[in-house]
């Protein structure tokens, strides 16, 4: 149960959405000398990796940049500050006019995984180890067991499992599709202003489900996925002065469908309501109208992110929603309270490699 020193966090993390508006020193614009250089950084990889007989590592996505093998010494001074920014200040970092046209897909795809190299290590999404996932609709609108990442949906806010998530626009829709941040240190904040019980209550362990493809078992991966269907861990949490939230009602409320689980308290769903509530305070929304180029980065501690439903033309591939996303772990992340340590944090210390599905590391160095 948690404890009584519960408080507000007066943390640069708990914005609303003016104060990102008015300030816009969380968005990097690239200049076309760092284009030039990321398009260097690239020529270096893919030279460094064939000269080492490892072309077909790269082809195939299961070998990606790093910062020693992706150097970028200009705009890596950015990037480090970004990822200083991204534990310590907002949570929240735009780049602004990445190079979407330059290249075909896979070494588009090896560009931005090397930019986010510099910001963090990029973490498995698939049990099949892939480290870029495509965001796009591919008709699974209707399905009870849909991801979020293959519909043209409304996603609600919630974070994913991993310090940090960044997603770049390659095409945005013909119509919605917006990206929505929230932080969820406001939402904290707020909820105690008005019932210091609801956020007390939600301290407490919440079951959740793991993502249905997650038992998709297959070749040497089949032992490396979690034994049952559900965990548990608090929406709130703080370890050693540091606040964190995880947070997804889709997970929890499809837990209770599962045989076994405990059943939500009047109290549990009383909290999650009143967050939900708060959540609907478009005060906190800040709007990313996606355009092409655009990476939005979000420490998914301190922030939430969400989607508008969006329309796709289907006569037109160019106005068809298009996204990539990585999971990254930072190097400078917070610790975790234990009570997050799971399938997707086994280690909770500051720092740790994290995130993403635990799959066994390949080492090319």
Not at 13 to 38: G, N, P
Not at 44 to 69: E, I, S, V, Y
Not at 335 to 344: C, E, G, K, W
């Amino acid at each position: 149960m948690p404890g009584a020193d519960i408080r507000p966090f007066d943390i640069p993390a708990a914005w609303d959405a003016a104060t990102l508006q008015h300030d816009d020193s969380w968005i990097i614009r690239l200049t076309d000398a760092e284009r030039d250089e990321l398009d260097a950084a690239l020529a270096f990889f893919k030279d460094t990796a064939d000269a080492r007989g490892l072309t077909a590592q790269w082809l195939h996505g299961h070998m990606m940049p790093t910062p020693a093998t992706f150097p970028l010494p200009g705009l890596g001074r950015k990037l480090a500050q970004a990822q200083a920014d991204l534990e310590h200040r907002y949570g929240v970092v735009l780049v602004k006019g990445f190079p979407v046209g330059r290249h075909g897909p896979k070494d588009t795809q090896l560009l931005y995984a090397g930019l986010c190299s510099h910001v963090g290590t990029l973490r498995p999404q698939t049990v099949f180890g892939e480290m870029v996932q495509e965001i796009r609709d591919s008709g699974q609108a209707s399905l009870k067991e849909r991801r979020g990442s293959k519909h043209n949906r409304a996603l609600s806010f919630h974070n994913d499992p991993c310090d940090v998530i960044s997603l770049l626009c390659l095409q945005p829709a013909h119509s919605g599709g917006e990206g929505l941040l929230l932080s969820s240190v406001s939402l904290h904040n707020a909820l105690f202003a008005t019932d210091p019980q609801h956020v007390r209550t939600l301290y407490e362990d919440f079951t959740n489900t793991y993502q249905d493809y997650l038992f998709v078992r297959t070749g040497s991966n089949r032992d490396l996925m979690p034994r049952q269907a559900h965990y548990a861990m608090p929406t709130f949490s703080a370890a050693q002065g540091h606040f964190a939230c995880k947070y997804s009602r889709f997970y929890i409320d499809q837990a209770q469908e599962l045989p076994g689980v405990p059943r939500l308290t009047p109290a549990q769903r009383a909290a999650l309501d009143a967050l939900e509530r708060e959540m609907h305070n478009e005060k906190w929304w800040l709007r990313i109208r996606y355009e092409p180029g655009d990476a939005v980065f979000s420490n998914n501690f301190v922030c939430m992110h969400a989607r508008t439903a969006f329309r796709d033309d289907p006569a037109d591939e160019r106005r068809r929603r298009h996204l990539l996303r990585i999971w990254l772990a930072a190097p400078n992340s917070r610790p975790l309270s234990p009570r997050y340590r799971h399938y997707f944090f086994p280690d909770v210390s500051a720092g740790a490699v994290r995130g993403g599905l635990p799959l066994p590391p390949v080492d090319y160095s």
